[in-house]
């Protein structure tokens, strides 16, 4: 199993495609194996209330189990759910925040805490993966695409 990526959806929800292979190989490591499950809310909350004595369903939860194996557990009605409330969702649609999520939980994985530092490595990879265009250009949504006043056109 050395390397691994399995996903499990007991939740049945759909979730999006994602790179997830690519986004462990880059974040994690080829040789990282790692398991995702998609879980119901009751099966979030009771994880969410075992192991972090927090009683309410989640977005995300990062087991790491040694230096090279590790699990994410994801909710996706709640990852939709903040998708749709703009104080929780970043300013991104569903599959951007169920991407993000993932890339949070890497980094938990990885043994980051929250923080500066992850935050910059979140933006890093959220960047790469989520906003390019067909090109491989990023896309930055704050920028107009003009060309700003105190650059010299050529």
């Known amino acids: 199993m050395l390397g ?5 959806n007991i ?21 990282y194996s790692l398991s995702i499950a998609l879980v119901t809310e009751k099966v979030s909350k009771d994880i969410n209330t075992k192991y972090r004595n927090k009683n ?13 194996e590790g699990e ?8 939709e759910r903040e998708s749709k409330d703009k104080e929780k969702n970043f300013g991104k649609d569903y ?3 169920f991407g993000f999520l993932v890339i949070h939980g890497m980094l938990h994985l990885k043994g980051m805490e929250h923080g ?28 107009s695409g003009r060309i700003s006043k105190g650059r010299k056109k050529s």
């Open 11 to 31: 939740s049945k929800a759909k979730y999006p495609n994602l790179p997830f292979s690519l986004l462990k190989d880059d974040i994690l490591g080829k040789k």
């Open 56 to 68: 309410k369903s989640t977005n995300v939860l990062s087991f790491p189990l040694s230096k090279t």
């Open 95 to 97: 599959r951007k925040l």
């Open 4 to 8: 691994e990526i399995s996903i499990s």
């Open 72 to 79: 994410i557990v994801l909710c996706p009605k709640v990852i």
């Open 116 to 143: 500066a530092i992850m935050e910059r490595q979140e933006k890093k990879y959220d960047q790469k993966y989520f906003y390019r265009d067909r090109r491989g250009n990023h896309h930055d949504e704050s920028r």
